[in-house]
């Protein structure tokens, strides 16, 4: 907020606040993260365009995700603000050092987006339409409609990206015009950190419960969560240790590191099942038993 006729805002930093912190440990183990982060999520991104299909990723998983990961990356700008704002007294090394808690969940949320955007490109043709019929029109059930699947993915593709506009809106309104100490903001602050461990709780349940209905790997990427479930847990570590941050930003990453472990056991065990009975990853249960007593496997033939 403005005090009087001043033009020096009450939350910019004052002589002597923006002391840079540096530590060795702690600098090479954020560095370590963020680029590992990157890293890992390449898998991912590969499969789905290598393999031309995102079969098998539930659009649940997808909205849950990018929801919790949203909401975590702007629960830490609030809680770091003023960190951010001595980036304006700092050089740059010590600027960019103090905000690797900051770039860490905002690249999070950039590459798991990322996923989401190519599971909607790359949506498999076949599960796109659907045969519409109406009462009216005899000739209707001729024509395409969209299936009940891909209308969903689209609904929660909107979803997505108007809670992230509405969020970034009220974020800015509160550290612009309500001030990063107000309660306001700090009780804005806490219910993003709160939703977003909600939502990481039950993020993979979805993908598990979709995972085992289909028996099969499908898109999601085995080496790309090998990477993730250790890196959750340095993840965590790292942000913990990150200046102003409280238990609301980084305990949604042990929460995730967990289930996404779970999500890992099955999709290894069903990739080594698969390779034994010569069936393909993308085959499934969910429109065809992939062993049903006394028949063969029918692949789906996705190269």
Same mark, same amino acid.
């Given at each position: 907020?403005?005090?009087?006729?001043?033009?020096?805002?009450?939350?910019?930093?004052?002589?002597?606040?923006?002391?840079?912190?540096?530590?060795?440990?702690?600098?090479?183990?954020?560095?370590?993260?963020?680029?590992?982060?990157?890293?890992?999520?390449?898998?991912?991104?590969?499969r789905i365009i290598h393999k031309g299909t995102s079969e098998g990723i539930s659009p649940w998983f997808l909205l849950l995700g990018c929801i919790s990961a949203s909401s975590t990356f702007l629960n830490i700008v609030i809680l770091q603000w003023k960190?951010?704002?001595?980036?304006?007294?700092?050089?740059?090394?010590?600027?960019?050092?103090?905000?690797?808690?900051?770039?860490?969940?905002?690249?999070?949320?950039?590459?798991?987006?990322?996923?989401?955007?190519?599971?909607?490109?790359?949506?498999?043709?076949?599960?796109?339409?659907?045969?519409?019929?109406?009462?009216?029109?005899? &000739?209707?059930?001729? !024509?395409?409609?969209? =299936?009940?699947?891909?209308?969903? @993915?689209?609904?929660? /593709?909107? #979803?997505?990206?108007?809670?992230?506009?509405?969020?970034?809106?009220?974020?800015?309104?509160?550290?612009?015009?309500?001030?990063?100490? &107000?309660?306001?903001? !700090?009780?804005?602050? =806490?219910?993003?950190?709160?939703? @977003?461990?909600?939502? /990481?709780? #039950?993020?993979?349940?979805?993908?598990?419960?979709?995972?085992?209905?289909?028996?099969?790997?499908?898109?999601?990427?085995?080496?790309?969560?090998?990477?993730?479930?250790?890196?959750a847990a340095l993840l965590t570590l790292s942000l913990a240790l990150r200046p102003g941050a409280n238990w609301t930003t980084w305990i949604v990453y042990a929460v995730t590191g967990c289930l996404q472990g779970t999500l890992l056991i099955m999709c290894?065990?069903?990739?080594?099942?698969?390779?034994?009975?010569?069936?393909?990853?993308?085959?499934?249960?969910?429109?065809?038993?992939?062993?049903?007593?006394?028949?063969?496997?029918?692949?789906?033939?996705?190269?």
């Open positions: 907020m403005w005090s009087g006729t001043s033009l020096v805002a009450p939350d910019s930093p004052e002589p002597g606040q923006c002391i840079p912190h540096h530590n060795d440990f702690e600098l090479a183990l954020a560095l370590f993260i963020l680029v590992g982060m990157v890293v890992s999520y390449l898998p991912q991104h590969f960190v951010i704002k001595c980036c304006g007294v700092l050089n740059l090394g010590p600027c960019l050092e103090s905000t690797l808690g900051i770039a860490q969940l905002g690249v999070q949320f950039v590459m798991f987006g990322l996923v989401f955007v190519l599971y909607i490109i790359y949506f498999p043709a076949y599960k796109k339409l659907a045969e519409a019929v109406h009462d009216n029109n005899p &000739n209707a059930r001729f !024509l395409p409609g969209q =299936s009940a699947e891909w209308s969903l @993915s689209l609904a929660i /593709a909107r #979803i997505v990206l108007g809670h992230l506009v509405i969020c970034v809106l009220v974020t800015i309104y509160v550290l612009t015009f309500v001030g990063p100490e &107000n309660k306001w903001t !700090l009780a804005w602050a =806490s219910f993003l950190g709160i939703t @977003s461990v909600i939502l /990481a709780t #039950i993020q993979y349940v979805p993908q598990i419960l979709r995972t085992w209905h289909r028996k099969s790997v499908g898109a999601l990427s085995i080496p790309m969560m090998m990477m993730q479930t250790p890196g290894i065990y069903y990739h080594f099942r698969a390779k034994a009975l010569g069936y393909d990853s993308f085959d499934s249960a969910e429109t065809d038993p992939l062993i049903a007593e006394g028949e063969e496997v029918r692949p789906r033939n996705y190269q």
